[in-house]
């Protein structure tokens, strides 16, 4: 078990030397840094610590303000924690997961931020209720009249975000595309991508990878020769991705048993036969590694 600690200032003009030594004097093992806002939930620093963190670990933090500026957010961070078996205590706030009392404080600021999220999406259709009998219409009027810069801003934001997305996950799918692409499918990659990372937040799919790579090798990050098209799959493919399923279900699973589950699918080798030779499922197996397919 180990205790983990947080510290965060908006800006790099302020100094975290006062809540790293807080937390460092109630028993913090190690303390993660971070600049940022607050209001920014795609903290690089912050999601690398949840990533990590191992079930009986304990997040501290001089005050809840610190990982969180709204109850929302902060009840987002805890149910992480408590999906992993870890806790989160807050020194300046009553609240500490490891404790009853923790967990009362909690129910009580979920209650307060439903409730408070029931209020808002009332208010909400009051007031959109409101300006459509007063004949006014939502939204942005360049946007709503097609204005080009306007587009042009919004696509911008998009792409700048989409971008963000990718970096902060930069070492889920960018070593994998590098090794198999274009001699391997957008669908191939994809699936030894959410393989490799067996509860991704967002799985990949072969469309986004695809969008990801092509995004990555107009700023020069990537080999335009990625972008090429795959050979046409070979049958062995079919049967290296069903070899690959066998294996992940029962990775202690023999190539005995492998040929002999084959045989009864009634799949021929590629050869033609309807029996399989140990060698024959190896080949298989071995094809299906080299795709990717199986980590083993």
Known sequence: MAVVGYARVSTTGQT?????????????????????????????????????????????????????????????VIEELDRKGAGFRSLGDPVDTTTPQGKFTLQILGAVAELERALIRERTMAGLETARKAGRVGGNPKLRARDPEALKAVGKARDDRFFDELNNRVEEWLPIVRRMRPVHSWQAVAQAINRQSPAPSRPWSSDRVKRAALRFKKDGLLDSAVMNRAPKAQPSDRLAAIVAGMISADPKMTLKRVGETLEQMREKTPSGNTTWSLSSVKMIRDRAKRMGLVNC
């Open 16 to 76: 975290l030397e006062g809540q790293v030594q807080s937390l460092t004097d109630a028993g913090a093992d190690r303390v993660v840094e971070e600049t940022g806002s607050g209001g920014n939930r795609e903290r690089p620093a912050l999601r690398k610590l949840l990533k990590g963190i191992m079930r009986g670990d304990v997040l501290l933090v001089v005050r809840i303000d610190r990982l969180a500026r709204s109850v929302a957010h902060l009840l987002e």
